[in-house]
Protein backbone atom coordinates (compact mmCIF):
# COMPACT_ATOMS: atom_id res chain seq x y z
CA UNK A 1 0.00 0.00 0.00
CA UNK A 2 0.92 3.52 -0.39
CA UNK A 3 0.13 6.34 1.41
CA UNK A 4 0.17 9.97 0.61
CA UNK A 5 0.08 12.57 3.58
CA UNK A 6 -1.49 16.37 2.69
CA UNK A 7 -2.50 19.18 4.51
CA UNK A 8 0.31 20.71 6.22
CA UNK A 9 1.66 24.46 5.98
CA UNK A 10 2.10 27.40 8.08
CA UNK A 11 -0.30 28.20 10.99
CA UNK A 12 -0.13 30.20 14.47
CA UNK A 13 -0.20 29.33 17.60
CA UNK A 14 -3.84 27.91 18.60
CA UNK A 15 -4.79 27.56 14.57
CA UNK A 16 -5.72 24.61 13.54
CA UNK A 17 -4.89 22.06 10.51
CA UNK A 18 -6.60 18.55 9.13
CA UNK A 19 -3.66 16.15 8.19
CA UNK A 20 -4.87 13.79 5.62
CA UNK A 21 -3.34 10.45 4.54
CA UNK A 22 -4.68 8.61 1.63
CA UNK A 23 -4.08 5.23 0.65
CA UNK A 24 -3.60 3.40 -2.53
CA UNK A 25 -2.73 0.22 -3.45
CA UNK A 26 -4.26 -1.21 -1.06
CA UNK A 27 -7.55 -1.19 1.38
CA UNK A 28 -6.88 1.11 4.24
CA UNK A 29 -9.07 -0.85 6.37
CA UNK A 30 -6.90 -4.00 6.41
CA UNK A 31 -4.41 -1.77 8.69
CA UNK A 32 -4.28 -0.33 11.64
CA UNK A 33 -3.10 3.50 11.53
CA UNK A 34 -0.70 6.08 13.18
CA UNK A 35 0.57 9.25 12.93
CA UNK A 36 3.89 10.05 14.01
CA UNK A 37 6.33 13.30 14.03
CA UNK A 38 10.02 14.43 13.79
CA UNK A 39 11.44 17.98 14.41
CA UNK A 40 14.72 18.76 13.43
CA UNK A 41 17.39 17.47 15.59
CA UNK A 42 14.73 14.74 17.24
CA UNK A 43 14.02 11.35 17.11
CA UNK A 44 10.58 10.38 15.20
CA UNK A 45 7.78 10.36 17.96
CA UNK A 46 4.51 9.13 18.20
CA UNK A 47 1.52 11.22 17.43
CA UNK A 48 -1.78 8.82 17.48
CA UNK A 49 -2.98 5.72 16.49
CA UNK A 50 -6.04 3.65 15.60
CA UNK A 51 -7.29 0.39 15.42
CA UNK A 52 -8.11 -1.24 11.95
CA UNK A 53 -12.21 -0.53 13.13
CA UNK A 54 -11.23 2.77 14.47
CA UNK A 55 -12.87 1.99 17.69
CA UNK A 56 -10.05 2.10 19.26
CA UNK A 57 -7.78 5.15 19.52
CA UNK A 58 -4.23 6.04 21.13
CA UNK A 59 -2.80 10.01 21.76
CA UNK A 60 0.49 10.88 23.01
CA UNK A 61 0.15 13.22 25.95
CA UNK A 62 1.68 16.23 24.29
CA UNK A 63 -1.21 16.27 22.28
CA UNK A 64 -4.05 14.93 24.14
CA UNK A 65 -6.98 16.61 23.92
CA UNK A 66 -5.74 18.73 21.15
CA UNK A 67 -5.76 16.54 18.38
CA UNK A 68 -7.46 14.05 17.41
CA UNK A 69 -7.25 10.77 14.71
CA UNK A 70 -10.09 9.52 12.80
CA UNK A 71 -10.82 7.31 9.58
CA UNK A 72 -13.10 7.24 6.82
CA UNK A 73 -12.52 3.68 4.99
CA UNK A 74 -14.70 3.90 2.63
CA UNK A 75 -12.40 6.83 1.62
CA UNK A 76 -9.47 4.75 2.39
CA UNK A 77 -8.33 8.10 4.53
CA UNK A 78 -7.18 8.92 7.74
CA UNK A 79 -6.81 12.29 9.14
CA UNK A 80 -5.40 13.66 12.06
CA UNK A 81 -7.57 17.27 13.14
CA UNK A 82 -5.01 19.47 15.25
CA UNK A 83 -6.75 22.28 17.00
CA UNK A 84 -4.71 24.32 19.38
CA UNK A 85 -1.22 24.41 17.66
CA UNK A 86 1.76 25.47 19.54
CA UNK A 87 4.89 26.00 18.08
CA UNK A 88 6.46 22.77 20.02
CA UNK A 89 4.20 21.12 17.34
CA UNK A 90 6.35 22.01 14.32
CA UNK A 91 7.66 18.77 12.53
CA UNK A 92 7.20 16.56 9.30
CA UNK A 93 4.44 14.90 10.32
CA UNK A 94 3.78 11.08 8.50
CA UNK A 95 1.54 8.82 8.48
CA UNK A 96 2.19 4.86 8.79
CA UNK A 97 0.15 1.22 8.27
CA UNK A 98 0.44 -1.67 10.16
CA UNK A 99 -0.98 -5.30 9.37
CA UNK A 100 -2.64 -5.75 12.44
CA UNK A 101 -5.37 -4.55 13.81
CA UNK A 102 -4.49 -2.96 17.30
CA UNK A 103 -3.09 0.33 17.89
CA UNK A 104 0.83 0.57 18.27
CA UNK A 105 2.98 3.59 19.74
CA UNK A 106 6.72 2.06 18.14
CA UNK A 107 7.52 3.34 14.48
CA UNK A 108 9.35 -0.37 14.26
CA UNK A 109 5.62 -1.48 14.50
CA UNK A 110 4.90 0.08 11.40
CA UNK A 111 4.75 -1.51 8.05
CA UNK A 112 4.46 1.32 5.98
CA UNK A 113 5.17 5.28 5.42
CA UNK A 114 3.75 8.06 3.73
CA UNK A 115 6.82 10.61 2.41
CA UNK A 116 5.78 13.17 5.19
CA UNK A 117 3.93 16.78 5.19
CA UNK A 118 5.32 19.38 6.73
CA UNK A 119 3.43 21.52 9.69
CA UNK A 120 5.02 25.01 11.13
CA UNK A 121 3.75 27.15 14.22
CA UNK A 122 4.17 30.15 14.31
CA UNK A 123 4.56 32.18 17.57
Known amino acids: VQLQASGGGLVQAGGSLRLSCAAS????????MGWFRQAPGKEREFVAA????????SHADSVKGRFTISRDNAKNTVYLQMNGLKPEDTAVYYCAAREGALVRRVPSEYDYWGQGTLVTVSS
Open 25 to 32: GGTLSTYA
Open 50 to 57: ISRSGGTT
